[in-house]
């Protein structure tokens, strides 16, 4: 299925919408409709094409398709997600250790939207950290993967989302979120801590990335925390991530317990790309693969240069950058034992064998949970499996040669950390198309500051008077309309005249008056007048 898929973008899109939608789907008609319906229009594999022909012609046919649609759903699952429940997860870990891999476990599910769900999250990752902990120390050591030459590494490794541990975690809400995240994280760091454990902090879409980072550094700087190991996920594909690395270096470089740092290529670049084209803002990704490929490298060599300071992790199934890393470290004089190779579970084994054949350290990301809040990452991993770009993909499914996979990228010069785009100008005959102006991109420093300062002038502020306005003639009435701030009832913010009707009977006539000249001007006129308007708003934003 996934073959086809790869040689036929058509069938791809399809296959991936169902599988996306399936787990919401209610028993086996259902599931034969959608079927019918999101194959009608593609070609599709004959053993699928017969079983949907066939559903309608055998007995129980609906339900038979139902049953092989769930059943070859639930095995792609089961590749990726090493089990439901942390006793499954224990069970499947150990025969990781036992082959000499290391794992960090992430709890399947993604942003919560209310404090309850939140509160169970935190929970099952209670639940997780005690599990895996009572089972991995009935383990055999190995030293191989328990030490590293800055001392000892924790046995049990459990990755953490952020935005599954409060729900206001935004742009907007940052002060509130960061509160509640740290609320629930605080717990999981002392049980962590308790049990010998390792927490590391996963970077999900780019709205919360500054503040995942925020989260890990303040929650670190807190006295209790200041001898906890933990670690956070740096995505080479954010235009900004450079800059980013280079600050939580230098921030780790006066920690007794230096920060782990997972460098990863990131998985969340078609979700970036289109809803930054949608709302109109300037991409927060790199737009070409080579530029990650290249960035990639650039932020290895960083954290290479500053081993010690840091604890680097490479997370990558690209052959050409695991290469490159290792072979950096090895030009400083850096152990193989001095940082490790992290892949994920059920992807490219082959590589993973090698890795360990070649006596690297390797650490399987390993999920765990049922299959509903799975699927989006189910969803994640089929689409870089079947990626155009996928180094997976070229090599085990196309089988490209290794000399034409491992060409170092030919990107030298990276586009710096997103700016602001630069409206066009607010003129009607200007030669590119009108395009809306966007809506503020809070999760960007230059967004927010100018805004937030707006904010506090404005709380100081006296009540602005606002007179009404005909033909040139400032109006001020007795009667007053006030407009209170919408955050704050008790407080005027602005006090307006309240005109008469002889004042509106005037203002119509004015109208009437100006309206044979309005009438006469050209649309090109009339345009430029709205531009006009546009510009001031634009300008007192």
């Not at 230059?446 to 009404?468: K, L, N, S, Y």
């Amino acid at each position: 299925m996934l073959d086809w898929a790869m040689a036929r973008p058509g069938f791809k899109t399809q296959l991936f919408r169902f599988v996306d939608v399936f787990p919401a789907l209610d028993g086996d008609e259902e599931v034969a409709r959608h079927l019918a319906e999101y194959f009608e229009d593609v070609a599709v594999p004959r053993v699928l094409d017969l079983g949907m022909d066939a559903a309608d012609r055998v007995p129980f046919g609906h339900s038979l398709e139902a049953r092989v649609a769930r059943r070859n759903i639930t095995r792609m699952a089961e590749q990726f997600i090493v089990g439901r429940t942390a006793a499954e997860a224990a069970a499947a870990l150990e025969v990781q250790w036992r082959r000499g891999s290391a794992f960090t476990c992430d709890l399947l599910g993604e942003k919560t939207l209310v404090g309850g769900e939140a509160d169970r999250y935190a929970g099952r990752v209670v639940e997780l950290l005690d599990t895996l902990s009572a089972a991995a120390a009935r383990w055999a050591p190995d030293d191989h993967l328990e030490r590293d030459d800055l001392g000892p590494i924790e046995r049990v490794n459990v990755s953490i989302k952020p935005t599954a541990l409060a729900a206001h975690l935004e742009p907007l809400s940052a002060e509130e979120g960061l509160a509640e995240a740290k609320a629930r994280i605080r717990p999981l760091l002392r049980r962590a801590r308790q049990l010998g454990a390792f927490i590391h902090v996963d970077t999900e879409h780019a709205d919360v990335k500054d503040l995942t980072f925020r989260l890990v550094t303040e929650l670190l700087d807190e006295g209790e925390f200041a001898d906890v190991s933990a670690g956070v996920v740096v995505q080479a594909y954010l235009r900004d991530s450079y800059e980013d690395l280079s600050q939580l270096v230098a921030w780790s470089a006066g920690r007794a317990h230096p920060l782990t740092v997972r460098l990863v290529k990131g998985a969340y670049w078609d979700t970036e790309t289109v809803k930054a084209q949608a709302e109109g803002w300037p991409a927060p990704v790199y737009e070409h693969k080579e530029q990650t490929d290249a960035n990639y490298e650039r932020c290895a060599r960083l954290l290479h240069d500053h081993h010690g300071e840091i604890r680097a992790a490479f997370a990558s199934h690209n052959l050409r950058s695991l290469a490159y890393a290792i072979a950096y470290g090895r030009s400083l004089g850096i152990p193989d034992s001095g940082y490790e190779i992290q892949m994920l579970y059920g992807m490219a084994e082959p590589v993973h064998a090698a890795i360990r054949r070649l006596g690297m350290r390797l650490r399987v990301y390993a999920p765990v949970g049922e299959l509903v809040p799975g699927m989006a990452y189910l969803v994640r991993r089929l689409l870089e499996n079947t990626s155009n770009e996928s180094f997976v993909r070229h090599r085990f499914a196309e089988g490209r040669t290794l000399d034409d996979l491992l060409k170092a990228p030919t990107e030298a010069d990276l586009p710096g950390p997103p700016a602001p785009l630069s409206p066009g100008p607010t003129d009607p005959v200007a030669p590119q198309p009108y395009t809306p102006e966007p809506v503020a991109e809070w999760r960007r420093p230059w967004a927010r500051e100018p805004f937030a300062a707006a904010v506090a002038t404005g709380a100081t502020r006296g009540v602005i008077d606002v007179p009404g306005l005909i033909d040139e003639d400032w109006i001020r009435t007795a009667a007053t309309i006030d407009s209170v701030d919408p955050g704050n009832f008790e407080r005027v913010v602005a006090r307006s005249a309240s005109c008469s009707t002889g004042d509106a009977d005037r203002a119509v006539e004015m109208a009437v008056q100006a309206a044979p000249a309005w009438r006469a001007a050209s649309p090109l006129e009339r345009a430029a007048l709205a531009f006009r308007v546009a510009d001031l708003l634009r300008c007192q934003r």
